[in-house]
């Protein structure tokens, strides 16, 4: 079943950017494999699967633990700052930086492991009260402050898109986080390369692609659907 569902999204991405006449290598798949157990990441590790998206610290650090040491793990839940110093040198990306005070604590914690923390600054474009990230007008002076942290690479932004019915819908959302990033990038705001534009999820990352994205999180079309109630 993994194989086939993995089969599927592969060639849906192909599609994706083909009808944007992007390359292919222009898109990053990442594996959202929160709540799944270790043995159907070895599975997805078998078929090939290098780059696995987690969203809680422990569950993260508890597989990286366990599995192959050249898996690249993205951190793309929201992210305490306690909880920091536990992934800061393990993620190879965080998704998820929404507060000058978890930059902070990152550009800390990332001095303490003398290592370089790549984040992405989690952008709340659609103003969902129910959200983490920043609003996009406060983006550009957030990214200014924090691309002055000397352990800190801001790479880019990500946001994650309302749930609808049609993936239609969140096209326009899409296409504002891309033009925010061009924006950003006509600043050339020193220490920053905002290139990666992490959106699009099971639901709507076709049209994510096709807006643009340059990361896609995608965790019920490759694993099925997550069972919240089973203890990892
Ligand atoms: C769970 C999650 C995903 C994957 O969601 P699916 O709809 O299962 O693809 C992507 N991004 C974030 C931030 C998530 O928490």
Request: glycine letters at 6%.
């Amino acid at each position: 079943m993994l194989k086939t569902q993995l089969t599927e999204v592969e060639r849906r991405i192909q599609a994706a950017c083909k009808r944007a006449g992007r390359k292919r290598e222009e898109v990053t798949l990442i594996a959202v494999s929160k709540t799944k157990p270790i043995e159907v990441l070895k599975e997805a590790y078998d078929l090939g699967v290098r780059i696995f998206g987690e969203n809680k610290v422990q569950e993260l650090t508890e597989k990286y633990e366990q599995l192959p040491s050249d898996i690249h793990w993205h951190m793309i839940g929201h992210l305490q700052t306690n909880k920091v110093k536990y992934i800061v040198d393990k993620a190879e990306l965080i998704h998820s930086v929404d507060s000058l005070k978890l930059a902070e604590t990152i550009e800390r914690e990332a001095e303490k492991k003398n290592c370089i923390a790549r984040i992405l600054v989690e952008v709340n474009v659609a103003e969902e009260e129910s959200k983490f990230g920043l609003k996009t007008s406060e983006v550009i002076p957030f990214v200014d402050k924090i691309s002055k942290y000397p352990h800190i690479n801001v790479c880019g932004l990500m946001t994650i898109a309302p749930f609808v019915e049609n993936p239609e819908k969140n096209r326009p959302i899409f296409a504002d986080l891309r033009k925010l990033s061009v924006d950003i990038r006509h600043k050339n705001v020193d220490n920053s390369n905002v290139s990666i534009l992490s959106m699009g999820m099971t639901n709507d990352y076709e049209v994510a692609i096709e807006e643009g994205a340059t990361m896609v999180r995608v965790g019920t079309g490759i694993f099925g659907a997550r069972d919240y109630g089973m203890k990892m």
